[in-house]
């Protein structure tokens, strides 16, 4: 992805953020001629160390391997937790065990967040071209097969809880032999993450005045402009501190 | 892209239809072991037979090169712009010089539309997991770079016409020493369809009482919630139609 150093987005955590906001995005696997894109919801697991997981939401907690834990304490090592260049970045998911196409090996997951056409005729000057402000985040790493059945039964578990709304959400019950059939209908992954890379293009390379303009454009338009004029805004207060 | 046949768009100009309203996809360029992605608005051409353009807005007729429209005449031949099997589909866009990864070569582009989690307590039935709805076209060919200065002239024009909105239009003013300039700073490229590929993730696997509702559902919901409420509706009435 062509990032001119304006657009791009420094902090690892704000990345993870994205994603988790925009968690339906495609993953690419195999890499190669041939090339297949499977449309998934991910969710962001980040482990401090090789196996030792480490929650990042409510759910995230019952993915901390046993074993992996047992033997930190052998060891008598201390968490890593605080270390925060140590983590493994992990994003999870599961598809139709139909699904011939995520294998594992080298593999990158897209995510696209809002986006939004700026017309030049909203700075009211001349001498400006259209352009197109979007946000988008690319992975890479290497995509590894979960067959452990608890551990599948956790990933079930943590997709769910992610999406379901309101004050009484849907989960999933065990004891129902349906629901312990439908594991098998499943398979499941993880990609184990080498590099996030994030592009955020909010007008950044145009003076404070054409970016006020565009925002206040984008206010009366569509959710996907508002929700553009909003990290607008917010890149904007970010410049404004920093200049402080 | 795994698509069992329910969710499989049959309809060639449905996916263009879809491509032309989801104009900012991405493009995979290279393919190969290390893919770059490029987010980027397309616009659609289909030309009848190879190098014969056919507009497909009211732009696009200036796509029409005057060298293979000569050349079709001297022939003798008919226009085949009736034939729809023999047209020649192209996506065209542009991006900064500065951009170092859309290269000539076999190519991806890959749509995505709207989207929307479905909670299985919306079914008020037991024995039901949840899903994703979504709509993804697929779509390959050979990337092709467009050197000719007029066609870049005529393929900014097109993608301005494209996004620009109401009543007073902003186009370019090609009289303009700035604008002409613009087009150094540009390369133009045209995606040459070998395949298109459309999956419409609509539910349609469940009982017409299960899709009402979950459109009920998701009219309450987001703009891109009440979108893919809006395309559930527009399957149903097509099968029952189809039943009449």
Do not use: A, K
């Given at each position: 992805m062509y990032t001119p150093p304006y657009f791009k987005i420094q902090s690892q955590s704000a990345i993870l953020d994205f994603i988790r906001q925009n968690s339906f995005g495609m993953l690419i696997s195999p890499l190669g001629e041939k090339p297949e894109i499977t449309h998934i919801p991910f969710i962001v697991s980040e482990s401090a160390g090789p196996g030792m997981s480490e929650p990042t939401n409510h759910d995230f907690r019952s993915f901390q391997p046993a074993q992996a834990t047992e033997k930190a304490t052998e060891n008598g090592k201390p968490s890593e937790s605080d270390h925060t260049d140590e983590k493994q970045i992990q994003l999870l998911f599961h598809v139709a065990a139909a699904n011939p196409n995520p294998q594992p090996g080298p593999a990158m997951a897209i995510f696209q967040g809002p986006h939004a056409y700026i017309s030049p005729s909203w700075y009211e000057e001349s001498n400006a071209v259209p352009t197109w402000n979007y946000i988008a985040i690319h992975v890479r790493g290497e995509l590894e097969r979960i067959n452990?059945?608890?551990?599948?039964?956790?990933?079930?578990?943590?997709?769910?809880?992610?999406?379901?709304?309101?004050?009484?959400?849907?989960?999933?019950?065990?004891?129902?032999?349906?629901?312990?059939?439908?594991?098998?209908?499943?398979?499941?992954?993880?990609?184990n993450v080498q590099s996030l890379e994030g592009k955020a293009k909010l007008s950044q390379n145009h003076s404070v005045q054409r970016q006020k303009k565009v925002i206040a454009r984008l206010e009366s338009g569509s959710e996907m402009d508002r929700e553009i004029a909003r990290l607008m805004k917010a890149e904007l207060e970010k410049k404004s501190e920093s200049m402080d």
């Open positions: 452990d059945h608890d551990m599948m039964q956790r990933l079930m578990d943590s997709t769910v809880s992610e999406f379901e709304q309101g004050s009484s959400p849907w989960s999933i019950d065990w004891s129902n032999t349906y629901m312990n059939r439908m594991l098998d209908g499943v398979r499941c992954f993880r990609l």
